[in-house]
């Protein structure tokens, strides 16, 4: 009751610390849920292909980062496996895309759309049909001003736009779909294949179809450790900085409250020193301290994770290519970590406290 | 009547070495239950220091602070809190109220920190505040009281548990002279009501009449009464040796300096207000205690 007074006594103060903590609160939610979009980019090809892992050349254990070229022999081998019941296979490219002036990383991926391994969601169009036909990232498109029956150039040969894939961007730029042939023509690498898309037989035994793979000279990879391998780069890049803007905005809120919550104590200073005179022990002190940070933090928090999820809206409306994703689960270890900044919060002041002597009070 | 609060030989030293201070020196003092004793003296003659001893604020640096027969100046520091909640009421010259909570609450915090439940507490709060004819403040903010009324406050707040003891240091130093008044007669009443000895520590000769005894401080030590006496201009104890005299009438008057003598000899020359002539220390020391007024 005495802490939720003295924090009302001084609403400007209250709402600072409410402000610096929510503040605190909108950066890092936006910040880890930029992480978490990213991370779901990054997976969402291989989330929503078919199979459940990858042949890939030997040694090669990611899906975006490094090239990954199979031989004919190994791509005929493999769908006869036993165990084996559909190998898709797909060709995939990293390039740089220019219009407009503009470039941006387009991850080019060749498919068969007889077999799969193409967009999984169409905002327009359809599938390409021939070889001189692609299927944008739709998100992509629309910033270039590129619409559907528009003609785009990549490397050196034009494709006509005949369909908009939804849910394509990623980190680096944005997928773009064409048929195997369009690639082989491109790349000037007829018969080239870069990945075999495995659906195992119902009950087939993985380790042994492993085995089959690797004495064919190719590795099978589970999708599981490729996107596992393909974050572990994205950390790599993303990491660090996030991690450091977040505990950054962490300092900052444990500063805000303790800062408010410590000058509102020194104020306070001869009231808490009669109380002891009184006879309240530090216990009880802390205690009050500790509920005013605890009350300035979650009301910060809570408004702080309010202000996310609409910032979270706005920003994936305004910049459709971020997608940031708050879920619930990162809203409560925000929301416990606000506790961890009350606590930090409230150690100078509860120092401050028990320095405090009794006999102080009666010293003018 | 019993010894409610006794100490012996308590000397307190504030730092080490060249710059230490002897703020009490071998003081023994002891209160009865129902007794109000007056601890006077100049500023800086260590009085609140003494104070803070009798209250288990401070600890001596030598000799001991009995309370109903238990030395609590042997205790252990994580003891003494209970002890200062339950055993001590304490009042102080600036109040000290929480500006954040009203007067009922301000009262009843105190009893919630021995663990009673709030609305017992309140309860308690304000019947004692409806003793002290504040019932209609008692949802008042300190700031929105006078300071006679946050005086009584701070005397709710000092009994609300009960105590044995009741210590007040320079109660009526922020307060008008009526009011100051109303605050001794209020203590006076608590003495000898509730039975409870009442400590008050004063420079202030208007409240000498309310107290059952008058000791005096300086320079850390009781003085002998016998040799001390009060400027009836200025209101300064003096010792009888250093100061300056006037004999009238058969009646020797010490004054801190001459101007005083002389500002009393004009006063008595004067048709003004003339002040009551005093007799020395011991008359007005031992005057016949003010009855008590309800
Ligand atoms: N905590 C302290 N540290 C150092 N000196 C102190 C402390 N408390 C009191 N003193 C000194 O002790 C002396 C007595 O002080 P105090 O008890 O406050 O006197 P009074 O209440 O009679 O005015 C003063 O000289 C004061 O400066
Ligand atoms: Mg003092």
Redesign the pocket.
Do not use: C
């Given at each position: 009751m005495l802490a939720w007074r003295n924090l009302s006594r001084d609403p400007i103060r209250l709402l600072l610390s409410v402000a610096g903590v929510a503040v605190s609160i909108v950066l890092i939610l936006l910040l880890v849920g930029y992480r978490s979009g990213i991370y779901a980019q990054a997976s969402a090809y291989l989330d929503h292909a078919s199979g459940s892992a990858l042949v890939a050349e030997r040694g090669v254990a990611d899906f975006f980062g490094t090239t990954s070229t199979l031989e004919p022999r190994v791509v005929e081998q493999v769908a006869s496996l036993p165990g084996v019941a559909a190998a898709v296979p797909i060709v995939t490219q990293f390039v740089v895309f220019e219009e407009h002036g503009r470039k941006d990383g387009m991850f080019l991926v060749g498919y068969d759309p007889e077999k799969g391994g193409g967009p999984w969601r169409l905002a327009a169009g359809r599938e390409p049909a021939t070889d001189e036909e692609i299927v944008l990232d739709g998100v992509a498109a629309g910033q270039h001003g590129i619409g559907l029956g528009d003609r785009i150039r990549i490397l050196d040969r034009d494709l006509a736009v005949v369909g908009l894939s939804e849910d394509t961007t990623f980190w680096s730029g944005s997928m773009a779909f064409a048929r195997i042939g369009a690639l082989e023509t491109l790349l000037r690498a007829p018969g080239l294949r870069s990945f075999l898309l495995v659906t195992p037989t119902p009950g087939a035994s993985l380790p042994s179809l492993t085995t089959a793979v690797s004495s064919l000279g190719a590795d099978l990879v589970p999708k599981s450790t490729l996107i596992a391998n393909d974050r572990r780069l994205l950390a790599r890049v993303y990491d660090a900085p996030i991690g450091l803007m977040v505990a950054i905005a962490f300092v900052i809120g444990i500063l805000v409250v303790g800062l408010v919550i410590y000058t509102s104590t020194v104020e306070r200073r001869r009231e808490y020193g009669a109380l002891k005179a009184i006879g309240a022990g530090n216990r009880a002190l802390y205690r009050v301290v500790a509920t005013q940070a605890l009350i300035a933090a979650l009301l910060g928090a809570g408004s702080g994770a309010v202000l996310a999820v609409v910032g979270e809206r706005a920003l994936m409306a305004w910049r459709p290519q971020f997608r940031v994703e708050i879920d619930a689960a990162t809203v409560a270890v925000v929301l416990a970590s606000s506790l961890l900044m009350a606590a930090i919060a409230s150690l100078v002041p509860a120092r401050a406290l028990a320095g405090l002597?009794p006999?102080?009070v009666?010293?003018? | 009547m019993t010894t409610t609060l006794a100490i012996r030989g308590v000397t307190k030293q504030?730092?080490h070495g060249a710059t230490s201070?002897e703020?009490?020196r071998g003081v023994g003092l002891s209160v009865e239950s129902g007794e109000v004793l007056l601890i006077m003296?100049?500023?800086?003659?260590?009085?609140?220091?003494?104070?803070?001893i009798m209250g288990a604020l401070l600890r001596p640096t030598a000799g001991t602070v009995t309370l109903n027969g238990v030395a609590i100046s042997q205790l252990p520091e994580r003891d003494l809190p209970p002890v200062r909640l339950r055993e001590f009421g304490f009042v102080f010259q600036d109040f000290n109220l929480l500006a954040a909570l009203s007067a009922l609450e301000n009262v009843a915090l105190v009893a919630e920190l021995t663990g009673t439940a709030r609305a017992e507490a309140l309860r308690r709060a304000g019947e004692l505040l409806t003793e002290l004819g504040l019932a209609e403040r008692v949802a008042f903010l300190p700031d929105q009281l006078s300071g006679g009324e946050k005086q009584r406050v701070a005397i709710a707040r000092a009994l609300i548990n009960d105590p044995s003891v009741i210590l007040a240091?320079e109660p009526t130093a922020n307060l008008d002279s009526s009011n100051g008044h109303e605050i001794m007669r209020t203590l006076r009443a608590v003495a000898k009501e509730r039975g409870r000895s009442v400590v008050i520590?004063s420079?202030d000769q208007r409240i000498r009449d309310i107290a059952d005894r008058v000791v005096w401080?300086e320079d850390?030590q009781l003085r002998d009464l016998m040799t001390m006496a009060v400027d009836p201009v200025c209101g300064m104890s003096v010792e009888h040796d250093r100061a300056v005299t006037l004999e009238q009438g058969g009646e020797l008057r010490f004054f801190c300096s001459r101007g005083c003598r002389a500002e009393f000899l004009g006063e008595l020359d004067g048709p003004a207000e003339t002040r009551p002539a005093r007799t020395g220390p011991l008359a007005s020391l031992f005057q016949a205690v003010r009855p008590k007024t309800p």
């Open positions: 002597e006999a102080e009666l010293r003018s | 504030f730092g201070v703020a009490v003296g100049p500023s800086g003659s260590g009085k609140s220091t003494l104070l803070s240091d520590v420079h401080l850390g």
